[in-house]
């Protein structure tokens, strides 16, 4: 049964399996309770700034070359309308709009003034989505040139849940994270990065490499993030890269007293009593 989707950020792999959830999930057999939102980041308003020297490409979509999650799912309607229309007609389905909403998650205003202002400003969690079962707040993370991206708090009375999503070192996330059950973070083995981009870099290969170890969060310093927001269980997650064996990853539980979990596609975890 699903009841909502919640995108940390719009980068093509994590984004990538919406339209097999909603279009063939959801007319496949997959159960909602209602219509499903899909939350995520709004427009980010402004292009990345430009790496490295030399004139600047052409964007994508000058128009409107950030669309946020709302934007990005009434596109993706679109973008799939002969195969929608195909499915409403023929096999009388219900159309998209009775089935899913894209939902910009409502970061305060004051904290969405400089996109390009990394790292992400210093600020509260916020809550923005709460029922009977679950409270869900959010807070901004450091994942530049991506902005906003976010992290995510679910709130239940089983136990508390915090995704980091995509992030280098984040204050924020360790605020959002205090005491929960269960911490799902990303990782990336530096030692990898080091290996795959030797010196001399070019220029291409020293902007992903700077990509890699600037936005995300080196194995030596997960574990301690875990320690600092007193968490119960640490689970890896986005694993950079998946290839590496179990110990590379074990290696995080350093400067950790809880459990953690290497995480795998399909893993279940507990919450919770
Ligand atoms: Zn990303």
Sequence with gaps: MLGGIFLTHLHSDHVVDLNNILVNGIYNGLQSVEKI??????????????????????????ANPTPGTKEMTELMVQLFATDLNDRIFDNRKPSPAQLWEGMDVPVPEKYLANPNGAP??????FTFFEDDRVKVSAILVNHAPVFPALAYRFDTDDG?????????????????????????????DEDWVAQLFPEPRDEASEGLYQ????AHTLKTEVGPIAAEAGVGTLVLSHLVPVVQPESVWAACAKGFDGQLVVGRDLDVIDVGK
Excluded: Y
């Excluded at 308003?45 to 052409?58: C, E, I, M, Q």
């Excluded at 992400?120 to 969690?125: C, D, F, L, Q, Y």
């Excluded at 280098?168 to 911490?183: E, H, K």
């Design 120 to 125: 992400a400003p210093s600020m509260e969690p």
């Design 211 to 214: 990509h890699l170890l600037q």
């Design 37 to 62: 939102p899909v939350w995520g980041p709004g427009n980010r308003n402004a292009l990345p700034p430009l790496f490295g020297k030399g004139p600047a490409p052409s964007p994508i979509s000058p």
């Design 160 to 188: 508390s849940v915090v995704f980091s999503g995509d992030t280098a070192r984040c204050s924020n996330l360790i605020r959002l994270a205090q005491g929960a059950d269960v911490l799902v973070h990303e990782v990336i």
